[in-house]
């Protein structure tokens, strides 16, 4: 089973990308509470695993393009890395932080983008959260890097998975079926109607990134498609809510 729709346009899921990228600085608690409050009630966003072994969410390995800071996330202690600016005074925030603030009031999809322990520790920090309630269906846990994706269903096998595509495999959805995923998240430029029917034919959701446009999402939906990841998850839920 995938994440469950929540249903903002019936049978197709609208999830906030990196919160809502296209109203707010990505990967930010900012952010995230923009997704929400947007109509999004999934919202996806960058994890890795810092050398002080706290969870942080961003994308990439160096902290120019989303920080005032310089160099890479590595070599940041973590201090240093609360000090800088994420964009409008916000925080490189830690995975607890996001969770804390989304309250349940939105399903998350946690990409792993770091490996080496990345999967095992974010799997510790999710379990203590559906613990205390948080249902495990509402989290999805994806990746490109599938080993360390393996890793966390190893540590965390109640939770869903999800395996990202930037292409197209020879096996079709067969990494997706092996690691018993329950969604295959695709770039917009692989979309190919022999993998859309082989992960739907295996009981895999399909969502694909990162989608704009509303035109295209419908046309998306028409493939048999389960939902996009969108910057601007408004547009999408104005456009797709009237068809």
Not at 180 to 200: Q, W
Not at 202 to 215: I, K
Not at 222 to 227: E, I, K, R, Y
């Amino acid at each position: 089973m995938g994440p469950e729709s929540g249903a903002q346009t019936s049978d197709f899921l609208i999830i906030g990308h990196r919160g809502a990228r296209g109203h707010a600085p990505e990967n930010t608690l900012l952010g995230l509470d923009t997704g929400i409050r947007l109509g999004a009630t999934w919202l996806e966003f960058d994890v890795q695993l810092h050398p002080s072994g706290a969870v942080v969410l961003l994308h990439d390995t160096t902290l120019e393009r989303t920080t005032n800071g310089c160099g890479r996330l590595a070599d940041c202690g973590f201090e240093a890395l609360r000090n800088l600016d994420a964009g409008q005074g916000q925080q490189v925030p830690t995975l607890e932080e996001a969770l804390e603030l989304v309250e349940q009031r939105a399903g998350l999809n946690v990409e792993l983008k770091s490996a080496g322990g990345t999967g095992e520790a974010v799997a510790g920090v999710l379990r203590q959260y559906i613990a205390a309630g948080w249902p495990a269906e509402r989290l999805l846990v994806s990746s490109f890097h599938l080993p360390e994706l393996w890793e966390f269903h190893q540590a965390a096998p109640e939770i869903p998975v999800g395996v990202l595509l930037a292409g197209v495999p020879l096996d079709w959805a067969g990494c997706a079926i092996e690691l018993g995923a329950a969604t295959v998240n695709i770039s917009s430029e692989f979309v190919d109607p022999r993998l859309v029917a082989d992960a739907k034919a295996h009981g895999c959701q399909v969502y694909v990134y990162t989608v704009n446009d509303p035109g295209e999402a419908l046309a998306l939906r028409g493939q048999g498609v389960d939902g996009v990841f969108s910057d601007y998850p408004d547009r999408l839920l104005a456009r797709l809510g009237r068809h």
